[in-house]
């Protein structure tokens, strides 16, 4: 009961405390100067370093970080996540509504009470925008032009490799592990989006970690996250200047 309390304490605090963090980043000038700009999503293969390019890419551009694991705990709780929600001005918060409304409508799913919570915190995460986060299905839940979605992968026996070096586990067991986590994150997404976590035009960028290293994942994420940035501003300042 302790361990429980102790949890949820910690939870309501990192909350608290992000709250806190939006409400001043968005009276900061350089936050009105830039106005919003998108979330990073990423969803990874168990044992593929998606966590540690996640993590690193956040620290390079001062975003929050949020991990599957919080995210869930937060939707879990509904008092916790209705104090994330209402962070939101009315019109803001009004927007995550119809979007979720719209998802729910287009793609078919029947949501329950923690997916739905998931969607209002995730939805709200993407809303404040300058944030990291992973898994959960955000992609699926943000709206494309809100977030950019990246997907990282890498062979079967390299994951089984790290994650057998990670935990200190047998080739056997690490194998395991990394099937059914496979597994039930994409049966997670089946049921929750009726979508196919694997299906590449669910992602702005796909990496393989196969192929390149942590840092050169990093640096190719950062280098297209910054030119969708540079284009989106562009069409920005191009509409402006049509209604100007």
């Given at each position: 009961?302790?361990?429980?309390e102790r949890?949820?304490?910690?939870?309501?605090?990192?909350?608290?405390n992000?709250?806190?963090r939006?409400q001043?980043?968005s009276?900061?000038?350089?936050?009105?100067?830039?106005?919003?700009?998108p979330v990073?999503?990423?969803?990874?293969?168990?044992?593929?370093?998606?966590?540690?390019?996640?993590e690193?890419?956040?620290q390079?551009l001062g975003?929050d970080?949020?991990?599957?694991d919080?995210?869930?705990?937060?939707?879990?709780?509904?008092?916790?996540?209705?104090?994330?929600v209402?962070?939101?001005?009315k019109e803001r918060?009004?927007g995550v509504?119809?979007?979720?409304?719209?998802v729910?409508?287009?793609?078919y799913i029947?949501?329950?009470?923690?997916?739905?919570?998931?969607?209002?915190?995730?939805?709200t995460?993407?809303k404040?925008g300058?944030?990291?986060?992973v898994g959960?299905?955000?992609?699926?839940i943000?709206p494309p032009?809100?977030?950019?979605?990246?997907?990282?992968?890498?062979?079967?026996?390299?994951?089984?490799?790290n994650v057998a070096?990670?935990?200190?586990v047998f080739s056997?067991?690490a194998?395991?592990?990394?099937?059914?986590r496979?597994n039930?994150r994409?049966?997670f997404?089946?049921?929750?989006?009726?979508?196919?976590?694997?299906?590449?035009?669910?992602?702005d960028?796909?990496i393989n970690?196969?192929?390149?290293?942590?840092a050169?994942?990093v640096?190719?994420?950062l280098?297209a996250?910054m030119?969708?940035?540079?284009?989106?501003?562009?069409s920005?300042?191009?509409?402006?200047?049509?209604?100007g």
């Amino acid at each position: 009961m302790e361990e429980i309390e102790r949890e949820q304490f910690s939870v309501e605090t990192f909350v608290e405390n992000q709250i806190k963090r939006w409400q001043t980043l968005s009276k900061s000038d350089e936050y009105k100067k830039k106005g919003h700009i998108p979330v990073i999503t990423l969803c990874m293969e168990p044992g593929s370093g998606g966590c540690l390019i996640a993590e690193q890419i956040a620290q390079r551009l001062g975003f929050d970080f949020f991990h599957r694991d919080m995210i869930h705990k937060i939707a879990e709780s509904a008092h916790i996540s209705t104090t994330v929600v209402e962070s939101l001005e009315k019109e803001r918060l009004s927007g995550v509504q119809d979007f979720i409304a719209s998802v729910i409508k287009e793609q078919y799913i029947h949501p329950n009470i923690y997916l739905e919570y998931l969607m209002k915190v995730v939805g709200t995460i993407g809303k404040h925008g300058r944030a990291v986060i992973v898994g959960r299905g955000a992609n699926f839940i943000i709206p494309p032009k809100d977030r950019f979605a990246v997907r990282v992968i890498a062979p079967l026996e390299m994951r089984i490799e790290n994650v057998a070096s990670r935990f200190g586990v047998f080739s056997d067991i690490a194998k395991r592990r990394v099937l059914i986590r496979d597994n039930r994150r994409r049966a997670f997404v089946r049921q929750s989006f009726n979508a196919d976590i694997c299906d590449p035009m669910h992602y702005d960028m796909i990496i393989n970690t196969g192929h390149l290293s942590v840092a050169a994942a990093v640096e190719s994420v950062l280098g297209a996250v910054m030119g969708r940035l540079g284009t989106d501003q562009k069409s920005r300042r191009k509409r402006d200047t049509a209604r100007g």
